[in-house]
């Protein structure tokens, strides 16, 4: 059993920056894939970042250049880092993980709230 906690979300002028953590308990962390997905009021919550546990990283395209996605396995912690923020990235962004690269992702924290004001 993986439980993940998210923090760092919080309100932010448009063209500004965040950093969301994510910190998971267990001492296989290493192993886990870890993904960033969100959720916009009256929207289906939607990916936004992945990163495999050897490193490899994957975003939406409506991220890509703006959000970098990394991990720290020493401190069991995967952060999103967002600039560039736009009014259209607020949302409540989750913080997921899972073992096997072909399957759904398995364990979900409860969420942080980003509000981007214009």
């Known amino acids: 059993q993986v439980q993940l906690v998210e923090s760092g979300g919080g309100l932010v002028q448009a063209g500004g920056s965040l950093r969301l953590s994510c910190t998971a308990s267990?001492?296989?962390?290493?192993?886990?894939?870890m993904g960033w997905f969100r959720q916009a009021p009256g929207k289906e919550r939607e990916f936004v970042s992945s990163?495999?546990?050897?490193?490899?990283?994957s975003y939406t395209d409506s991220v890509k250049g703006r959000f970098t996605i990394s991990r720290d396995n020493a401190k069991n912690t995967v952060y999103l880092q967002m600039n560039s923020l736009k009014p259209e990235d607020t949302a409540v962004y989750y913080c997921?993980?899972?073992?096997?690269?072909?399957?759904?992702?398995?364990?979900w924290g409860q969420g942080t709230q980003v509000t981007v004001s214009s």
């Open positions: 997921a993980a899972k073992l096997t690269l072909g399957s759904a992702y398995e364990y």
């Open positions: 267990g001492r296989t962390f290493s192993s886990y894939y």
């Open positions: 990163i495999w546990s050897g490193g490899a990283t």
